[in-house]
Antibody, heavy 121, light 108 residues
Framework: EVQLVESGGGLVQPGRSLRLSCAAS????????MHWVRQAPGKGLEWVSG????????GYADSVKGRFTISRDNAKNSLYLQMNSLRAEDTALYYC??????????????WGQGTLVTVSS | EIVLTQSPGTLSLSPGERATLSCRAS???????LAWYQQKPGQAPRLLIY???SRATGIPDRFSGSGSGTDFTLTISRLEPEDFAVYYC?????????FGGGTKVEIK
């Protein structure tokens, strides 16, 4: 059974940093691209960032480019999102999502339950 | 950057009725790389349709997708109580992987 478990969310002040993690199990992690998708309270879905199976291709939404860094550790079956210079508008539930392909060109076939990030003073 | 516009914002229907949801892209979606997701309150999204018209594993055949280019449709032939939810379209043919704003299907 595919499982994606996010962690690392919490309350953080504007301008500070936070690192999210996603622990994956139930599939061969290093065969697939992975993504972060966020959802602000009461709002829709926003793709944040994606990374290919071997970290060779990485993409970011314009809203986070230069502030967020996605990475993965295939030996640990884990996905990460380093979030720096956080803003109030980054407040959201952050989902980890598995791509159905290896190069970020396919759909998101499994999702975690999300970890909540709240940016507030 | 492709922008996806979903309509209507809210659809009020009764169980057993047919639901038709629209997703319009600001430019052509390559190779029909268009997906639909369902999200219920307090839950993560679930993949329903990929490649504009292929049902994901375990998705009932009352869900169907159609369209190409810039106009796509999700149809639920007969609404079941568990189908009342928010539905999002997403294009995955180019970056960024945009989502539409969602259509809420609510009980009338």
């Amino acid at each position: 059974e595919v499982q994606l478990v996010e962690s690392g969310g919490g309350l953080v002040q504007p301008g500070r940093s936070l690192r999210l993690s996603c622990a994956a199990s139930g599939f061969t992690f290093d065969d697939y691209a992975m993504h972060w998708v966020r959802q602000a309270p009461g709002k829709g879905l926003e793709w944040v960032s994606g990374i290919s199976w071997n970290s060779g291709s990485i993409g970011y939404a314009d809203s986070v480019k230069g502030r967020f860094t996605i990475s993965r550790d295939n030996a640990k079956n884990s996905l990460y999102l380093q979030m720096n210079s956080l803003r109030a508008e980054d407040t959201a539930l952050y989902y980890c999502a598995k791509d159905s392909g290896y190069d970020m060109a396919a759909v998101f076939d499994y999702w975690g339950q999300g970890t909540l990030v709240t940016v507030s003073s | 950057e492709i922008v996806l516009t979903q309509s209507p914002g809210t659809l009020s229907l009764s169980p057993g009725e047919r639901a038709t949801l629209s997703c319009r892209a600001s430019q052509s979606v390559s190779s029909s790389y268009l997906a639909w997701y369902q999200q219920k309150p307090g839950q993560a999204p679930r993949l329903l349709i990929y490649g504009a018209s292929s049902r994901a594993t375990g998705i009932p055949d009352r869900f169907s997708g159609s369209g190409s280019g810039t106009d796509f449709t999700l149809t639920i032939s007969r609404l079941e109580p568990e189908d009342f939810a928010v539905y999002y379209c997403q294009q995955y043919g180019s970056s960024p992987r945009a989502f539409g704003g969602g259509t809420k299907v609510e009980i009338k």
